[in-house]
Nanobody
Framework: VQLQASGGGLVQAGGSLRLSCVAS????????MGWFRQAPGKEREFVAA????????YSADSVKGRFTISRENAKNTVYLQMNSLKPEDTAVYYC???????????????????WGRGTLVTVSS
């Protein structure tokens, strides 16, 4: 499984960005997907996750009400819509895949077997 994240950039506080992550493979609809982020000097942290069908989602408390995870299985793509961005959201954002779709609910990076390279989001104050 190969993952390619995109959509990062520089945005002012209060602005919005939409991240995309395209996955290779014919069985994307069986993968649970997640977004994590890592700020300089900090550990990678959970942001959001979505079930294979898209019917179940989880979000970190720090982004609830501002970020929304969604997916289009026909396009092998998962999205992270980020609104009301804050300077503390600045980080490299990574998408991960849980190919069996059985561990994503743990909201832990160890539950995801495959990772993309990440896309940098910078929020200026």
């Amino acid at each position: 499984v190969q993952l390619q994240a995109s959509g990062g950039g520089l945005v002012q506080a209060g602005g919005s960005l939409r991240l995309s992550c395209v996955a290779s493979g014919r069985t994307f609809s069986s993968y649970a997907m997640g977004w994590f982020r890592q700020a300089p000097g900090k550990e990678r942290e959970f942001v959001a996750a979505i079930s294979p069908s898209g019917s179940i989602t989880y979000s970190a408390d720090s982004v609830k009400g501002r970020f929304t995870i969604s997916r289009e299985n026909a396009k092998n793509t998962v999205y992270l819509q980020m609104n009301s961005l804050k300077p503390e959201d600045t980080a490299v954002y990574y998408c991960g895949a849980d190919p069996r779709g059985t561990r994503y609910y743990l909201r832990n990076s160890n539950a995801f077997d495959y990772w993309g390279r990440g896309t940098l989001v910078t929020v200026s104050s």
